[in-house]
T-cell receptor
């Protein structure tokens, strides 16, 4: 039973355009969400996060949107760059002080020059 | 500064053998986590250490899996009588302990790719 779902295994975007990666969740106890980026042969690297009390968090080219009523979040990358090509994982915590991250299966983003 | 390191980077073993996977966390990080990432899946939680003790080992799939962190720094994940289904990338992460009021950012190592033939 996947509690964090990333339904698009892959996404291709032209350089300079917007990349939108989607994530849905089923567990209402999730209160903190993170996006991790992973290059081949490397571990996941933290990218951006959002608390459930917010609906948007922005960091440079990266913005995460949270729609709690729909149990949906999305990561926007604008403008997309070839170096953004990687696998992106959505992950969630349930409760302050929790330590167990629940991950989605990931979406492979390819940014075409 | 140095990040989380894991050794070996690759391990090939035969079914039924014993393996040990090592993790060196970021210096000063008291929390350490092991995850397993199977092909086409996201990382799945195995075990969490706070200091030397395993605070939560509920993710370990069965009693063939065991992990230790005797001095509160380096951790070893041990797998007995390996099976082909154990083949995966084993990821280690560490974090500073922020208490019960905040969420910890976990820093991941590159992983050990285990292949059981």
């Amino acid at each position: 039973d996947q509690q964090v779902k990333q339904n698009s295994p892959s996404l291709s975007v032209q350089e300079g355009r917007i990349s939108i990666l989607n994530c849905d969740y089923t567990n209402s106890m999730f209160d903190y969400f993170l996006w991790y980026k992973k290059y081949p042969a490397e571990g996941p690297t933290f990218l951006i996060s959002i608390s459930s009390i917010k609906d948007k968090n922005e960091d440079g080219r990266f913005t995460v949107f949270l729609n709690k009523s729909a149990k949906h979040l999305s990561l926007h990358i604008v403008p997309s760059q070839p170096g953004d090509s990687a696998v992106y994982f959505c992950a969630a915590y349930s409760g302050a002080g929790s330590y167990q991250l629940t991950f989605g299966k990931g979406t492979k983003l390819s940014v075409i020059p | 500064g140095a990040g989380v390191s894991q050794t070996p980077s690759n391990k090939v073993t035969e079914k039924g053998k014993y393996v040990e996977l090592r993790c060196d966390p970021i210096s000063g990080h008291t929390a350490l986590y092991w995850y397993r990432q199977s092909l086409g899946q996201g990382p799945e939680f195995l075990i969490y250490f706070q200091g030397t003790g395993a605070a939560d080992d509920s993710g370990l799939p069965n009693d063939r899996f065991f992990a230790v962190r005797p001095e509160g720094s380096v951790s070893t994940l041990k797998i007995q009588r390996t099976e082909r289904g154990d083949s995966a990338v084993y990821l280690c992460a560490s974090s500073a302990y922020l208490g019960t009021a905040k969420h910890n950012e976990q820093f991941f190592g590159p992983g050990t790719r285990l292949t059981v033939l």
